[in-house]
């Protein structure tokens, strides 16, 4: 019996490209007792009309609107706010799903007793349905792990909030790495579901896409944010800039 609530959280912003397929990918799901939980983020486009019919078709979900336009990490943490879930899943608009993401994730936590997971995955360029690189990734992850070495997506998480407490997305670029930085050093260690569930589309958006930016962010993350010292925040840095390289080349 599907006895868990899992909410998704997708934050919209002129995304009517892939509304539908976002939501191909989770009625998909063979784990039944969801809640989508989508907040559009003021878009300009037809995105939040689509929600709407969308969303009258399926009490599942659940759409809201913010009232001024916000940046990502306020707009999940507007969904994480109205979310009622045992377990909480993340999904971008532009990435897919496996039909069994959920079902098999859920169980592997029930089954070890893990608070924070994520999957293996792939990538592929827009519409394309080839993947370029497959990502075959640690079976753990810790606080000093990923610190140097951020190689979760945020489509593959889901966190088990009922164990770890409410959490709520920082005003950081990159709100996810920060999150997961936050929920390991407090809980210890997550764990990889042993399965490739998750479809990451690259698109001119993708903030993997602009490296330059992303360094200096990263480097801003550790400095400013996280309080590290200037030779900390290089040491971890230079370190950070050799791991996403590596992983790049393979």
Known sequence: MDIYLISIITPVYNAERYLLQTLETVLAQTYL???????????????????????????????????INSKAFQTRNNALGVAK??????????D???????????????????YFSYTDFDRFV??????????????????????????????TVMIWRSKTGNFYMKDVYYDDFMLWLD??????I?????????????????????????AKEVYGMFTRKMGFSYIRGIVYF?????????????
């Open 126 to 155: 827009k519409d394309s349905k080839k993947p370029l690189r497959r990502e075959k990734l640690p079976q753990t992850a810790t606080y000093k792990r990923i610190l140097t070495n951020n190689y979760i997506a945020t489509s």
């Open 190 to 214: 997550g764990y990889k579901v042993p399965y490739n569930l998750m479809h990451y589309r690259l698109t001119s958006g993708s903030l993997s896409i602009n490296k330059f930016k992303s």
């Open 85 to 94: 879930g045992d377990f909480i899943a993340f999904l971008d608009v532009d």
């Open 33 to 67: 007792n969801w809640e989508w939980i989508v907040v559009d983020d003021c878009s300009t486009d037809n995105s939040y009309n689509i929600l709407k019919e969308i969303a009258a078709k399926d009490k599942r979900i659940k759409v809201h609107k913010n009232k």
């Open 238 to 250: 230079i370190t950070w800039i050799i791991n996403t390289t590596l992983r790049y080349m393979r």
């Open 96 to 114: 897919l799903w496996e039909p069994e993401k959920l079902g098999l994730q859920l169980e592997f936590m029930k089954q070890n007793n893990s």
């Open 183 to 188: 929920l390991l050093k407090r809980i210890g």
